[in-house]
T-cell receptor, first 112, second 116 residues
Framework: DAKTTQPTSMDCAEGRAANLPCNHSTISGNEYVYWYRQIHSQGPQYIIHGLKNNETNEMASLIITEDRKSSTLILPHATLRDTAVYYCIVRVVGTGRRALTFGSGTRLQVQP | DAGVIQSPRHEVTEMGQEVTLRCKPISGHDYLFWYRQTMMRGLELLIYFNNNVPIDDSGMPEDRFSAKMPNASFSTLKIQPSEPRDSAVYFC??????????????FGPGTRLTVL
């Protein structure tokens, strides 16, 4: 699976959009970008994933650059409950190794 | 669905004792994963199963660790004998192999193990 690079930490004001970047310059054509988050003392939680098109669900939006070498997770209206560590993971889907390889992630602190 | 269920939620034991962690995956899921999280090493895979068969156990630290999945609704991770360095949070996750488009993993709440 391709390696990802994320900032160690970020702050965001409550109610504002949180934009979390991820670099994955060695991504292959068949690798998806996944985002998970881990709220303190809980198990990781799936947020969203995509291949090359932008994706949106009830939790967040995922913007993937045209060359697919980077992406941004957007939480449109951050709340205090969004304070968590956010993991960007790049992996092949459907074949091969199924496990997730977690990096260090970005610690997002939503400020009141 | 109740989600992935793990027990116990907390375990405190003494060095040398046997520890058994339990996991019930989401019904219908055919993949089950055991991860371990420590401050030093972060989240790392220990082993995963597909249809109750171990597929990749390369993350199991040593022979003291063993995992079984006797049926589709139950798995155990056993540590015997336990050591202080085994102290960590152990997560179980499950997923369903769909058409190959997505195989989102759902994590349990974890078991916090402390070995004194």
């Amino acid at each position: 699976d391709a390696k990802t690079t994320q900032p160690t930490s970020m702050d965001c004001a409550e109610g504002r959009a949180a934009n979390l970047p991820c670099n994955h310059s060695t991504i292959s054509g068949n690798e998806y970008v996944y985002w998970y988050r881990q709220i303190h003392s809980q198990g990781p939680q799936y947020i969203i994933h995509g291949l090359k098109n932008n994706e949106t669900n009830e939790m967040a939006s995922l913007i993937i650059t045209e060359d697919r070498k980077s992406s941004t997770l957007i939480l449109p209206h951050a709340t205090l409950r969004d304070t968590a560590v956010y993991y960007c993971i790049v992996r092949v889907v459907g074949t091969g190794r199924r496990a997730l390889t977690f990096g260090s992630g970005t610690r997002l602190q939503v400020q009141p | 669905d109740a989600g992935v269920i793990q027990s116990p939620r907390h375990e405190v034991t003494e060095m040398g004792q046997e520890v058994t962690l339990r996991c019930k995956p989401i019904s219908g899921h055919d993949y089950l994963f055991w991860y371990r999280q420590t401050m030093m090493r972060g989240l790392e895979l220990l082993i995963y199963f597909n249809n109750n068969v171990p597929i990749d156990d390369s993350g199991m630290p040593e022979d003291r660790f063993s995992a079984k999945m006797p049926n589709a609704s139950f798995s155990t991770l056993k540590i015997q004998p336990s050591e202080p360095r085994d102290s960590a949070v152990y997560f179980c996750a499950s997923s369903q192999a769909l058409s190959g488009y997505t195989d989102t993993q759902y994590f349990g709440p974890g078991t916090r193990l402390t070995v004194l």
